[in-house]
């Protein structure tokens, strides 16, 4: 097993709101090894971006504030905890160690400043190299992905190029002092299926090439089946599964991951026949449902329910956060003694 | 396998050969915009073919799917056939009667049968209006009823898309984003429309939602004796719920034909790879991807003789010169390429 590049202990980020408080990550973990890549997938509002905006210390504080956990970084040399360092130590850590591509790289692009400008800041803050060493490291990394006639492309503004360019940029820009991860949050969903087909294809290269880890967060379970190894499946602010990607696809264990499955219509599959979708609306993050997050919109819930399940092993290195699980060769929660939730709520 | 689908195609009562029943034909349908000139002068600078010469019908009672990446023009297109835009050239046919130049008065009685869903649904509903006074407006307009009786009729129309009717007096902010669109639709339907245009019905929708509103979508066909033209990005989506299937590309239909037949043997070279570029929510089942070189050309500046061609794996020279038309390479399958097989 590879050595774990990032690390992230039960991980609680809260909003302070006049409406109350809104629990958006609450308790989560989860580790990524060196080159893998990991998905993280769920609906909106299930904590997934905040989960990674949390790893780059960009919750916009008031209201936000990450008030428990620990996210270890370990760049071969030294284990440090993001979370202890202050400003410009951090800024030494986000765009050098751990870099972050957005969904839409129109509004993370500076539309005033030229890509070749964007390109080498990075460059001459981080690895301290001179402007012409920038430059030119700056259409290396161009030409890496995929963008033609890179030392014009230098001079362009980001509007002259499409979204799938931008796309191009972002990620040339992000791996542009080779980070040990890149957390990528739905950077193909502005984009059209041809496009991303492209974009992921890109990602998949460097990623095998430059063994960077990356964190792909998105709602497109294709996405995930595609290119990551391992998931986390996140609902209501927790990680619900995590296990092998051919596993949990497999054999999804919790409710909400075997529902969420049902509900996607696949190309191939019998044409016409009702989608099985999940009965219900995701839980409003003010005031969760007491125990599982789950229950009110499961259609297995029992009484035990209303405790909290904690996160377990229920089937060989599947883990899901779940009373019943209803995977094949799941074992009875009873019988089951990993509890690897570090602190679940008891 | 084969004799299935042998029974289907004989059973298809709106067969190549049967009598064929259309509640809608477009022939010929262009779509132009101007950009530019300024308003004195007669020559604008750009002109953006958004669609540009498309022909295609649909059957009484069935789903027809439009499928296209962003800027094909199957957004343009629906609202062109419901007169939101006025065509520049071409016929669309409703009922019978060809609406394509009917001015306002007389366009009222026929859009009565055709409505629309968006899809922004909180874009598409006033916040300033409370949902009952929403749904009740084409009600008011066409003067359906006295005020007991649409106010009945607005509360049967929530139940029947799945809200309670104690909603009537909240605002659309009050909703989910589902909720919403559940509005949307029941607004569609309060004329008792045949056909109905959905414009990317659920691709705002998260996916657990995306399967209710789709399952509600086809309830009502059945209940309503609804036919559905159904425009999105989102092939799997559409193939799941369509009878038939267009393809559009750069403002042209590419290729038609039954669902099944497009998702199982795709003939356009486009169509195969927009469908090798699907990622199967299934892990290590990768399917032999074709990956499109380069982005989708500007519709103001098309590419001579077959759009795709600048793009295609299989074009010859020949393809940058002659612009291939929709033929019939199956029954009922119809491309636009010229070395299709």
Redesign the interface.
């Given at each position: 097993m590879a050595r774990n590049v990032l690390e992230v202990n039960n991980l609680k980020t809260q909003f302070f709101t006049r409406a109350g408080i809104v629990y958006a990550v609450d308790g989560v973990s989860f580790h990524v090894g060196e080159g893998e890549t990991l998905g993280i997938v769920g609906?909106?509002g299930c904590g997934k971006s905040v989960t990674a905006t949390s790893v780059m210390r960009l919750i916009p504080s008031p209201p936000g504030r990450i008030v428990e956990g620990e996210i270890l970084l370990d760049d071969g040399n030294e284990k440090v905890d993001i979370l202890t360092l202050d400003d410009s130590e951090m800024r030494h850590i986000r765009g050098n160690k751990i870099a972050m591509i957005f969904q839409d790289p129109m509004t993370s692009l500076n539309p005033v400043l030229t890509v070749g400008d964007q390109l080498t800041e990075p460059l001459m803050l981080h690895l301290g190299l001179s402007k012409r060493e920038a430059e030119a490291r700056a259409v290396e990394l161009l030409k890496r992905v995929g963008i033609p006639a890179a030392e014009d492309r230098l001079r362009a503004y980001p509007h002259q190029f499409?979204g799938?360019?931008r796309q191009r940029v972002m990620i040339a820009i992000a791996l542009s002092c080779n980070p040990k991860v890149l957390i990528a949050d739905e950077p193909t969903t502005a984009l059209?299926?041809?496009?991303?087909?492209?974009i992921?294809?890109l990602m998949m290269h460097l990623n095998r090439e430059f063994g960077t880890a990356i964190i792909m967060i998105t709602?497109?379970?294709?996405?995930?089946?595609?290119i990551?190894e391992r998931v986390n499946v996140m609902y209501a602010g927790q990680v619900v599964e995590t296990g092998m990607?051919?596993d949990l696809?497999?054999n999804p264990q919790h409710p909400y991951t075997v529902?969420?499955?049902?509900?996607?219509?696949?190309?191939?599959?019998n044409?016409?026949e009702?989608?099985?979708?999940?009965?219900g609306?995701?839980p409003d993050l003010l005031a969760p449902p007491i125990g599982c997050r789950f229950r009110p919109r499961c259609r297995y819930r029992q009484e035990k329910c209303e405790e909290s399940p904690p996160l377990a092993e229920v089937a060989p290195g599947q883990l899901a956060r779940c009373w019943f699980p209803q995977g094949r060769g799941s074992t009875p929660r009873e019988a089951s003694t990993t509890d690897v939730a570090t602190g679940a709520t008891t | 396998m084969a004799t299935q689908a042998k029974d289907t195609s004989v059973t298809t009562p709106n067969g190549a050969n049967g009598p064929t029943d259309n509640i809608l034909e477009v022939t010929g349908l262009k779509k132009y915009f101007h950009i530019g000139g300024g308003f004195l002068s007669k020559n604008s600078a750009l002109t953006i073919r958004a669609v540009d010469d498309v022909s295609f019908a649909v059957r009484r009672g069935e789903t027809f799917g439009l499928v296209g990446e962003s800027g094909c023009g199957k957004t343009t297109l629906g609202q062109t056939i419901i007169r939101l835009y006025n065509p520049t050239e071409g016929k669309i046919v409703f009922n019978g009667a060809d609406i394509s130049q009917m001015g306002a008065n007389e366009l009222r009685k026929h859009r009565r049968g055709m409505q629309m869903i968006f899809q922004d649904p909180s874009a598409s509903l006033d916040p300033r209006m409370t949902v009952g006074s929403i749904i009740s407006e084409p009600l008011n307009i066409f003067g359906v009823g006295s005020k007991e009786e649409r106010r009945e009729r607005v509360r049967e129309l929530l139940r029947v898309v799945g809200l309670n009717s104690y909603f009537v007096n909240r605002y659309p902010h009050e909703f989910s984003g589902g909720q919403r669109q559940r509005i949307g639709i029941a607004r569609s339907i309060a004329l008792n429309p045949e056909l109905v245009i959905c414009d990317e019905p659920v691709s705002a929708l998260d996916v657990s939602i995306q399967a209710q509103v789709l399952n509600l979508l086809r309830k009502l066909q059945d209940d309503l004796n609804l036919t559905y033209l159904f425009i999105a990005h989102n092939l799997a989506v559409v193939a799941h719920i369509s009878d038939r299937v267009g393809v559009m590309y750069l403002g042209k239909m590419v290729e038609i034909g039954e669902s099944r037949a497009i998702t199982e043997h795709p003939k356009h070279p486009y169509t195969q790879a927009l469908i090798s570029a699907i990622p199967l929510p299934i892990p290590g089942k990768r399917r032999d991807r074709i990956i499109l070189e380069g982005d989708v050309p500007s519709p103001a500046n098309p590419p001579t003789g077959c759009r795709f061609h600048p793009r295609c794996p299989i074009a010859r020279a020949d393809c940058a010169e002659v612009e291939p038309l929709l033929r019939e390479i199956e029954p009922d399958h119809w491309v636009a390429c010229h070395y299709a097989q």
């Open positions: 609906e909106s499409s799938g360019m059209d299926v041809t496009i991303q087909a492209q992921l294809d709602h497109d379970l294709g996405v995930v089946a595609e990551c990607a051919k696809f497999n529902g969420l499955l049902n509900s996607v219509p696949r190309i191939g599959e044409v016409k009702a989608l099985t979708p999940i009965p609306l995701p | -």
